[in-house]
């Protein structure tokens, strides 16, 4: 009996990585889509746009300080930002708080955000640019710049099974960084 399960085992060792399950509320797409270019500009008013930082996972965060969801779930991105941030991951936290940069940077401090660097988009066209439904509204943009998903609403961005998922994709990208997705081929 055990060589069965060994050979099972071999097999999907051979197959490359395997993806963890999205967590709950995580809508992955069928097949990669493009992401709209997106402007906006960094804590130090440089601008920016999503095409700077291709070549990484990237989990776009669109919030708001007055928002109440967004609010509470910013200490989970800012740890996952310090978990698994890196040169292959980013958390993109986007706000479209119209007070500008001192309004994000008076919240950062006020909750103790150390990990993830403030994004603003006072004029708000980067949701709807992307057809978000409500705040917040998170994407996962893969290597290439294609959206693989999105959850609205919030969500325990740090929890294992969130930071399982995350560990997975970036996985993948790192071992097939330019393949394309196909709708027959699993994320």
Request: with cysteine.
């Amino acid at each position: 009996m055990r060589r069965p399960v060994l050979a099972i085992v071999a097999i999907f060792a051979m197959a490359g990585p395997v993806l963890a399950g999205p967590p709950q509320n995580f809508v992955l797409r069928d097949v990669p889509a493009p992401v709209p270019e997106l402007r906006f500009t960094d804590g130090e008013g440089n601008p920016q746009t999503l095409a700077d930082f291709r070549g990484k996972v990237v989990l776009l965060n669109l919030w708001a300080t007055w928002c109440s969801p967004c609010r509470k779930e910013m200490p989970t991105l800012d740890r996952l930002q310090a978990t698994l941030g890196g040169p292959d991951f980013e958390v993109l936290a986007l706000s479209i708080d119209r007070g500008g940069i001192e309004v994000v940077k008076k919240f950062y401090a006020d909750i103790g955000i150390q990990h993830l660097a403030i994004h603003i988009d006072p004029s708000s066209k980067a949701g709807f640019a992307l057809a978000t439904a409500g705040l917040p509204t998170t994407l996962l943009i893969d290597a290439q710049g294609q959206e693989l998903g999105r959850l609205i609403g919030p969500a325990e961005w740090d929890a294992p099974d969130m930071a399982a998922f995350f560990k997975s994709i970036i996985d993948r990208q790192e071992k097939h960084p330019s393949a394309p997705q196909r709708s027959d081929q699993p994320l």
